[in-house]
């Protein structure tokens, strides 16, 4: 049992390049949420998608897209990286998509990414 | 803004129990205390959470004081795996039920 994997563990890209970040769980959990972390900082929450087929932004969306291409996949792209996005970056499911939900949040271990 | 304060670290001796504080003095009613912690910036490893009443599970105990505005999570016999930055954090109902990451606290188990 995997629970969330995010693939690619490291990246580094040019200033302006696109890439995206993909992150699966085979929790069948229907919220998934990516985070990103940045040195000294607590994880602040990119966008999240409460259920298959909806996508939310949180508190640090600029810059960033999402797609949730089914109910076990949800990736992150960045359309033209810029060094402030340097970051590690958290993808994390939880079992209900009711905004009351009690469920915790599982996490991925993560992708580095270093943009230059 | 975190709703939480933490110490910024603690030590604590390997096989001792290991208590670590958390106030949140404006958690609302319907608001859960959730204990996260990292490892070596792995991604945050779920442990326990609450509403009201005291919590248990294989990892650890939590400790909801009755007004809810503080609580202790405690290991019971601490190792120097439990060695890690652990997080308190009170999930809003926005955005998902977001959590809401502050600074955490530095446990270090010393042999």
């Known amino acids: 049992n995997a629970g969330v994997t995010q693939t690619p563990k490291f990246q580094v890209l040019k200033t302006g390049q696109s890439m995206t970040l993909q992150c699966a769980q085979d929790m069948n959990h229907n919220s998934m949420y990516w985070y990103r972390q940045d040195p000294g900082m607590g994880l602040r929450l990119i966008y999240y998608?409460?259920?298959?087929?909806?996508?939310d932004k949180g508190e640090v969306p600029n810059g960033y897209n999402v797609s949730r291409l089914n109910k076990r996949e949800f990736s992150l792209r960045l359309e033209s990286a810029a060094p402030s996005q340097t970051s590690v970056y958290f993808c994390a499911s939880s079992a209900k998509g009711s905004i009351y939900s009690n469920q915790p949040q599982h996490f991925g271990d993560g992708t580095r990414l270093s943009i230059l | 803004d975190a709703k939480t304060t933490q110490p910024t670290s603690m030590d604590c001796a390997e096989g001792r129990a290991a208590n670590l504080p958390c106030n949140h003095s404006t958690i609302s009613g319907n608001e859960y205390v959730y204990w996260y912690r990292q490892i070596h910036s792995q991604g945050p490893q779920y442990i326990i959470h609450?509403?009201?009443n005291n919590e248990t599970n294989e990892m650890a105990s939590l400790i909801i004081t009755e007004d809810r505005k503080s609580s202790t999570l405690i290991l019971p016999h601490a190792t120097l795996r439990d060695t890690a930055v652990y997080y308190c954090i009170v999930r809003v109902w926005e955005q998902g039920g977001k959590l809401i990451f502050g600074q955490g606290t530095e446990l270090s188990v010393k042999p």
């Open positions: 998608s409460a259920s298959e087929g909806t996508t």
């Open positions: 609450g509403l009201k």
